[in-house]
């Protein structure tokens, strides 16, 4: 996977709409989605999230927040 530069990623984010899905999150920053889901279940996700009944949505500011430092 090509490496995405912080504008496009912030741009990339953003498209999604206030929250996005674990698969989207990943097209943006890599990893497996299934990941994600299994460290919002521990707690340690490290971004803000909600459960809309089993789907993980993750707030994509607070995504946008961590990777700009």
């Known amino acids: 996977m090509e490496r995405i530069s912080t504008p496009e ?3 990339a984010l953003r ?3 206030v929250t996005c899905s674990p698969k989207q999150l990943a ?5 497996n989605p299934y990941r994600y889901n299994i460290a919002a279940k ?3 996700l490290g971004y803000e ?3 809309h009944g089993t ?3 993750i707030y994509t ?5 961590k990777i700009e430092g």
């Open 27 to 31: 097209s943006v920053l890599g990893g």
């Open 55 to 57: 789907n993980l949505r």
């Open 61 to 65: 500011e607070s995504v946008i927040k």
């Open 42 to 44: 521990n707690g340690s």
């Open 9 to 11: 990623a912030v741009k």
């Open 49 to 51: 999230f909600t459960w």
């Open 15 to 17: 498209s999604f709409g």
